[in-house]
């Protein structure tokens, strides 16, 4: 099982990034799937989660209205994106999915928004 994020880099106040995910090893319909982040000095915390299974998305309120998130099923990809970044968004991005008792986590990919 593994997840690979992907999409990170550097972006100015107001920019836009699209995150991906690739999950190979199981597939997505079947896990509760999500976002973190994890900012410099900062405990991880938690950016949107999906629920196949009762088909609700929740959204931390740091993001509600410019985040995203989507899955392609067939790519076994899920993709977070992310619209009029500011400075306070700068982290390590991580894609997440559980299930079964287990939970995944890709190695992070760093998003940094700055002028």
């Known amino acids: 099982v593994q997840l690979v994020e992907s999409g990170g880099g550097l972006v100015q106040p107001g920019g836009s990034l699209k995150l991906s995910c690739s999950a190979s090893?199981?597939?997505?319909?079947?896990?509760?799937i999500g976002w973190f982040r994890q900012a410099p000095g900062m405990e991880r915390e938690g950016v949107v989660c999906?629920?196949?299974?009762?088909?609700?998305?929740y959204y931390s309120d740091s993001v509600k209205g410019r985040f995203t998130i989507s899955t392609d099923n067939a790519k076994n990809t899920m993709y977070l994106q992310m619209n009029n970044l500011k400075p306070e968004d700068t982290a390590v991005y991580y894609c997440n999915a559980q299930g079964f008792g287990m939970t995944y986590w890709g190695k992070g990919t760093l998003v940094t928004v700055s002028s």
């Open positions: 999906f629920s196949s299974g009762s088909g609700d998305t």
């Open positions: 090893g199981f597939t997505f319909d079947d896990y509760a």
